[in-house]
């Protein structure tokens, strides 16, 4: 079984930032692209920001210059530095990994349960 935990969510107002993390654990062989989504109140699931094994990124329009994705491959752990926090990023933001498990070698697309990021003052 493979598990992904987010945490560093928060309220914060407009114009903050807030860093989320998330660790993925459980029988891991190796861990591909990461990434972060997220999913408003009424509103379809959307990509964030995506980071390969190789550390190649990739963001939404919406939050190039303000979000900036990295990852601890020692750790298995990817992290989301997020600047100039505006009220429409507000959501519930989800980490995501391709990962190999460790006992069939089977590759699997897996989700954390989300964190809540309010931008409010």
């Known amino acids: 079984q493979v598990q992904l935990v987010e945490s560093g969510g928060g309220l914060v107002q407009p114009g903050g930032s807030l860093r989320l993390s998330c660790v993925a654990s459980?029988?891991?062989?190796?861990?591909?692209?990461m990434g972060w989504y997220r999913q408003a109140p009424g509103k379809q699931r959307e990509f964030v920001a995506t980071i390969t094994k190789g550390g190649l990124t990739n963001y939404a329009d919406s939050v190039k210059g303000r979000f900036t994705i990295s990852r601890d491959s020692t750790k298995n752990m990817v992290y989301l530095q997020m600047n100039d926090l505006k009220p429409e990023d507000t959501a519930v933001y989800f980490c995501n990994a391709e990962i190999v498990t460790g006992l069939f070698r089977s590759k699997g697309n897996y989700w954390g349960q989300g964190t809540q990021v309010t931008v409010s003052s």
């Open positions: 459980g029988s891991i062989f190796s861990i591909n692209a």
